[in-house]
């Protein structure tokens, strides 16, 4: 498939499948890819430019309103959607490209199926080297990482298990380290929430270095440092029930003060007696990292719904919201 000259275009898709995209096109894409979670296109996007609708439903309001916005300016279209949806209705009005994916269980079980289309439309652009054997490859981890996080392993050798036993009672920080651990981070603190319905705080490096550090300084670790001399001899019967654990995702093409900046960020953390998990990518290509380290979460937070008593499968809450807001 191909969308004219990718020198000529701007891309951006919807949500954490947009996220996606833009890690593996990395910083030294010939044009910038953004993704769009509200309601308002930018106003500079316009006829040269390529927008890509991501829904699964077909039916998410927000990505419809500013799919709209993009046929209006005659944008260049790209759907991706259930078929016979309002959205694949839109496509065929504004004769943009579709791409039909069976919409089955909760959405964010589906990244992948909505991911791929974007990965093959960005090789055609030549937005990004995703060759066949990079995608073999990468199922091929997965396949690895299901093996190892399968229900039937006890959690000394499931990582899974391990990360989620380690996590619950505590407050997650979950930080990314590069633009592939950034997305990973993203969708681990989405999946806390939806899965096992517990709240999470995410950051990217440097950034988490300005404000949510603070953090180790405050109520969930006991309000200072532990080098305090009283603070082996305190009450500890008024103590902050659960504490902080900060998660570090780590990439092996992290920025040399990025690296530094973890690693003494880990260190203060521990000074604090901040409980800290770091979690390294594996794979050599960008979508192999990102993917490896996007399964395991996924495994983490329904094992955690698991050891929480959730049921990870619904979400009342968002259905009650839409319900609300439909009304």
Known sequence: MCI?????????????????LAAVCGAGCAVPVFTVRGYRLPGWVGAADLVIAVSSSGGTEETLEVAVEAARRGCRLMFVGADGSPLADLAARSRGVFVPVRSSGQPRSMLWAMTVPLMIAART???????????????????????RCRPSSEPFVNPAKRIALDLAGDVPLVWGASPVTATAAYRLCGQLNENA??????AEVP??????????????????????PDDFFRDRTDDPEHGL?????RDVEEHPRVRARCEASVAVARDRSV???????????PLERIATLIALADYVTVYLAIALGVD????????????????
């Open 4 to 20: 004219g000259d990718s020198r000529e275009h701007r891309d951006r898709a919807a949500g954490v499948a947009g996220d996606v």
């Open 125 to 147: 652009l030549r937005l990004a080297d995703v060759p066949d054997a990079t995608l073999e490859s990468t199922a091929t981890l997965l396949e690895d990482v299901a093996h």
């Open 197 to 202: 319905k517990y709240p999470a705080a995410f």
């Open 207 to 228: 950034e988490a270095n300005h404000g949510p550090l603070a953090a180790f300084d405050g109520f969930f670790t006991g309000g200072g440092s532990s080098s305090d």
């Open 245 to 249: 654990h900060l998660v570090v995702l």
């Open 275 to 285: 409980a800290v998990t770091e979690v390294r990518a594996e794979g050599e290509h």
């Open 312 to 327: 990870p499968t619904p979400a009342p809450a968002m259905e009650e919201l839409k319900a609300r807001i439909t009304r």
